[in-house]
Nanobody
């Protein structure tokens, strides 16, 4: 499975962006998937996750009520709608896929549980 994140860019505080994660190779429709981000000089952190069906989603407290994760299994794609962006959201955002069906928050928030990773896309939010 290959993952490719896209949609990043330079925006201002309060703006919105929609990131996409396209998968190729084997179908990702049975995989749980997640978004992580890494800000300059910081550890990579969990942002959001979605189970294989799309019915269960999880968010980090820092993005809850501002970001929305979704997926379209027919298109083998996952999305992250980011609203009300803040300078602290500036980071490289990466998507990842988990092949095991363990859709709990603690499991999906742990980057070690993901099997496939895509190259990230840079989001820069200016103040």
């Amino acid at each position: 499975v290959q993952l490719q994140a896209s949609g990043g860019g330079l925006v201002q505080t309060g703006d919105s962006l929609r990131l996409s994660c396209a998968t190729s190779g084997r179908s990702s429709r049975t995989y749980n998937m997640g978004w992580f981000r890494q800000a300059p000089g910081k550890e990579r952190e969990f942002v959001a996750a979605i189970n294989w069906s799309g019915f269960t989603t999880y968010y980090a407290d820092s993005v809850k009520d501002r970001f929305t994760i979704s997926r379209d299994n027919a298109k083998n794609a996952m999305y992250l709608q980011m609203n009300s962006l803040k300078p602290e959201d500036t980071a490289v955002y990466s998507c990842a896929a988990d092949v095991r069906n363990t859709p709990t928050y603690s499991y999906l928030a742990n980057q070690r549980n993901y099997d496939y990773w895509g190259q990230g896309t840079l989001v820069t939010v200016s103040s």
